[in-house]
């Protein structure tokens, strides 16, 4: 590898990593922000987070692939050109072809191992961060009894205390416990001067030590609803013992998540479509019958058999209807009437399975189709950036930046689009390849642009254009 080598993946390397990392940092964010509700309040342990983090960060890796790789090549190229050291490569004899093709090495090889990546880490990563999510989501918040509020944490129980021990944030005054386990509302009621909240060692279990109080309990499970019976009786030291099992970290089997399209390979997404629309087709089948054998019936509601035989003959319908007395012609008319609305009922209901049906489907293809344009997106956008950066000439984190940001939505702008019109079969699945289509042209121009040295963003190039092709030439004053 020759020092000029060295020095155009060295360029490079820097802001791809610190793009990436970029890239990741705000995709987490954005993340943190959805589910914060479900994260905040839980009383979850630091790895538990970590570990969720890690794994949505995974997740995240084929979407900052391509935004990076774009950065890093309008940076690395504008770099040189605004430093003049492109024009001195040029003068050396080395030419723009030249000097991208160890970028091209490089990106060919992050396109190999985006791909890779999406297609063997990114499921494991999906499935891992799916399980704890939904850990997490199903744990119940930590108990956090507040003064002179109603706590109903614990099922089938509502606290309330009027103070707390600052000191030890143990002692309890003023308790007062509503016991809801049976259904019948506020029946059981105990009320505390003062008690202790103590917690098992192994946490399953959650003990009240109440001092000087009274437990009240009505019967209403009697028949007298004028007159219901009440208890009350006076202790000095009472124990309730509550369940804190639910309130544990959630635990799930990885295969509850399994057959989701999400935390497939490619080999597994073709496995499932093929199965999925097998399903599809056995479910069409099923369904003419159906409604053939719906539409069939009329010829039952005669005593004889004339329909039956006219239908398999092809006879004339109407001749034979009007053999039909008042009563069989009625019973016609209903029949036919009930069996077309339980037909158009049916159809219904089979257009909306169908419906979900095939938008399943199609969210396999596109699973199916994305694990190769996100992965070829790095290629493309590389194709934009290269050559965009040696044209414009521009360095540092303006121009770079607002180019990767303009280019970088136009392709999430039209695969946003693409995907939500296949997911309603209003595209082809192909059509997730819109973006690469039309980026790709793009990238091919302007990489002709870079290497024949084309003004194209030159300024004082097109002031002389425009001047040369004035449509009066040049003043008329200044020639008289």
Not at 46 to 51: F, T
Not at 153 to 179: A, N, P, Q, S
Not at 215 to 222: A, C, F, P, V
Request: hydrophobic share 45%.
């Amino acid at each position: 590898m020759k020092k000029i080598d060295r020095l155009i993946i060295k360029s490079f390397i820097g802001p791809l990593l610190l793009t990436f990392a970029l890239a990741v940092f705000v995709l987490l964010m954005n993340f943190l922000w959805k589910y914060v509700d479900d994260l905040v309040g839980r009383g979850l342990d630091m790895w538990v987070i970590a570990k969720l983090l890690f794994y949505a960060s995974i997740t995240f890796v084929p979407m900052a692939l391509p935004i990076a790789t774009l950065f890093a090549s309008i940076m690395t190229m504008g770099n040189f050109g605004e430093k003049y050291e492109l024009v001195a490569m040029k003068a050396g004899g080395i030419s723009v072809r030249r000097i991208m093709l160890p970028l091209v090495i490089i990106v060919v090889l992050i396109t190999i191992l985006a791909f890779g990546f999406a297609n063997n880490i990114m499921p494991y990563a999906v499935l891992q961060q799916k399980r704890t999510l939904y850990s997490i989501t199903n744990t119940k918040p930590a108990i956090n009894i507040k003064p002179s509020e109603y706590y109903a944490g614990i099922e089938g129980y509502v606290i309330r205390v009027d103070e707390k021990d600052k000191h030890d944030d143990k002692t309890l005054y003023g308790i007062t416990i509503y016991d809801h386990t049976d259904g019948m509302g506020n029946n059981c009621v105990t009320v505390a001067e003062k008690g202790e909240m103590l917690t098992t060692p192994d946490g399953q279990f959650m003990i009240f030590n109440m001092y000087n109080g009274y437990s009240y309990r009505e019967d209403l499970k009697g028949e007298n609803w004028v007159s219901r019976p009440m208890t009350r009786v006076k202790f000095d030291r009472q124990q309730i013992k509550f369940d804190l099992s639910g309130f544990g970290l959630a635990s799930v089997d990885d295969d509850f998540f399994k057959g989701s399209y999400q935390m497939m390979n490619v080999l597994q997404l073709d496995e499932a479509i093929d199965t999925l629309e097998r399903e599809q087709d056995g479910k069409r089948a099923d369904f003419v019958r159906l409604i053939n054998s719906r539409m069939s019936t009329y010829t039952m509601v005669c005593d004889n058999d004339s329909l039956a035989q006219a239908r398999k003959k092809k006879y004339d319908y109407r001749k034979i209807l009007d053999t039909l007395g008042d009563e069989a012609l009625r019973h016609v008319h209903r029949a036919a009437l009930h069996n077309a609305r339980m037909a158009t009922e049916d159809i219904g209901m089979y257009d909306q399975m169908r419906s979900g049906d095939r938008e399943y489907i199609n969210k396999h293809y596109i699973e199916w189709h994305q694990k190769f344009t996100l992965s070829f997106a790095c290629f493309v956008l590389f194709l934009i950036g290269a050559p965009f950066g040696s044209i414009i000439r521009k360095g540092g984190l303006g121009w770079p930046l607002v180019a990767s940001v303009m280019f970088f939505l136009i392709y999430y702008v039209i695969t946003t689009i693409a995907r939500k019109a296949i997911i309603e079969s209003a595209l082809p699945t192909i059509g997730m390849w819109i973006s690469t289509a039309v980026l790709l042209p793009l990238g091919i121009l302007l990489t002709l642009k870079a290497t024949t040295d084309s003004p194209l963003f030159d300024a004082s190039s097109w002031r002389k254009f425009f001047e040369k092709h004035r449509p009066f030439g040049k003043d008329t004053q200044n020639d008289k």
